[in-house]
Structures are given as C-alpha cells and as structure tokens.
C-alpha cells in the first residue's frame, strides 16, 4: 500500500478525548497506535459517533462474537482488506475461530459449514459483490435469524464493507503488534 492520504493524528491532531480513546484502543487490540483509530480520530466528534455505532455491532451486536467474527473476516476477505484481516484473525481467535476455522471462513460457504453458518457467509458473499440478497438466501437466513439479527447482520456488513473502503482510500497502513516485533 502506498503512502498514507492522512496520517495517523497526534496529540494536538485528535484532541484531549479522541488521544485517549485511540490509546485505550491501541492498547486493547496489542498495538501502540492503531492506525485506523488514530487517523480516523481526527474528525473529532464524527469518529466518537462511528465508534458508538460500530460498537453497536461489534462486540455488542444481535449476533453471536463468533458469528460476528465470522463476518467481519469474511467481509476483510472479500473486499482484500488486510488491515482488518490482521485485526480479526487476533480478534476471532478470543471468539473460538482458530487458524482451520479462518481458513474455511476464507474458503467461503462451501468450505464445510453447516447449514447456518454457510448461509449466513453465503449472505455475505451476495451483499459485498451484489449490494443485496437473492430472496432464496434471505429466506434461507430468516429460517435461522430473527428479524432484528437479519436487519443487524446486513448493518454489520454494510460497516465493515464501508471501514475497508476507507482503510482503502485514506492508504491506512498496517499496524504492528507487540507479538509481531
């Protein structure tokens, strides 16, 4: 990836607040600055929203940690996002997805899922390349989820779709972790 469009704020950059929630978040996914966070929290009061709605879904989503993973990795897949593919391999890892389960997520639907897991990345799979759900798979999800959980995973999907986007376009760079030093 190339240079970054916006670089990672500092102190004077993000401001008091947004400083403190970029090192809290820094510190919590391993890293000493989470480069999404850091360069996001210079839109001041914008990032506190996004991070508000983003928590609504993950970790405090309608769908299971796992599930969520689930997705968001399958989403960072598909989109060729490995910025959110470093993050949520170490983050599905804490939700019970270890490196065979990665894989088989990166394998797509057919990988050897049951029914609700292959219909729920089958879902995936439509809304990243199509922007929508053949009714067929949205039939198929409504036999597993409920109404608010249907709703929760095309938001969740439709954010993680939006954050690669952006990672895109800013050039966010990689992060480092501690492990990795």
């Known amino acids: 990836m190339s240079t970054p469009r ?3 704020g500092t102190f004077g950059d993000l401001g008091p607040i947004n400083w403190l929630v970029v090192r809290a978040m820094s510190i919590a996914t ?9 360069t996001l929290g210079r839109s001041k009061g914008l990032f506190r929203g996004w ?19 689930m997705i968001i990795i399958r989403v960072a897949h598909l989109r060729g996002c490995d910025y ?7 983050l599905g890892a804490k939700a019970g997805i270890d490196d065979a389960a ?3 997520i990166v394998g797509g639907p057919d990988a050897g899922w049951g029914d609700r897991e292959r219909v729920l990345l089958r879902a995936v799979g439509e809304l ?3 922007r929508d759900v053949s009714d067929a798979t949205w039939n198929s999800l409504r036999r597993h989820l409920t109404e608010r959980q249907a709703i929760a995973l095309v938001l969740l ?9 952006t990672i895109g376009v800013l050039r966010v760079q990689r992060d480092e972790f501690a492990s990795n030093r």
Do not use: C, K
């Open 6 to 8: 916006v670089s990672p």
């Open 30 to 38: 391993g890293t000493d600055n989470a480069h999404i966070f850091a």
């Open 51 to 69: 991070l508000h709605y983003s928590s609504r879904m993950m970790p405090f989503g309608e769908l299971s940690r796992r599930e969520t993973e």
């Open 84 to 90: 959110e593919l470093d993050h949520h391999r170490r």
């Open 102 to 104: 990665f894989a088989d």
């Open 128 to 130: 990243v390349a199509d």
């Open 157 to 165: 999907v439709g954010q993680y779709d939006s954050l690669a986007t």
